[in-house]
């Protein structure tokens, strides 16, 4: 017989996290007239996605959807949760502007620590 409680019976592990890029604010024009070229790097440990470009703004609206697989975690050497191990819990947003010549601007960027929102107890799991 186990001595598991139904808390700990139906513990919740996330094995993937899906992430919706909305859109850009007040974001700063690198392109003529003063706006942007603008899409968003979204990046999990070594994976990687990016959404379309916005063209000639500087309030980018996207409302893409990707999803990323976790690494599982390691409970049994210390892991706690099974969250992912660290390095790879870090969901990074990087938004640039598309240069026409040259190398793309870097307009700004948001790092998630999903491991916090993961061991949140009062966390909603589609957050």
Known sequence: MSSLTVEEDQKWLPTHVQVTVLRGRGLRGKGKHGTSDVYTIIQLGKEKYSTCV???TTE????EE???????GAPESGGRSGCPPAGSNELVL?????????LDVFLGQAVIQLDKIFNETRCVKNE
């Not at 980018?60 to 409302?63: I, N």
């Not at 990087?94 to 040259?102: D, E, N, Q």
């Open 94 to 102: 990087i938004a640039m502007h598309r240069a026409t010549m040259g």
């Open 54 to 56: 916005a063209e000639k």
């Open 60 to 63: 980018p609206e996207w409302r």
């Open 66 to 72: 990707c999803s990323f697989e976790l690494q599982p």
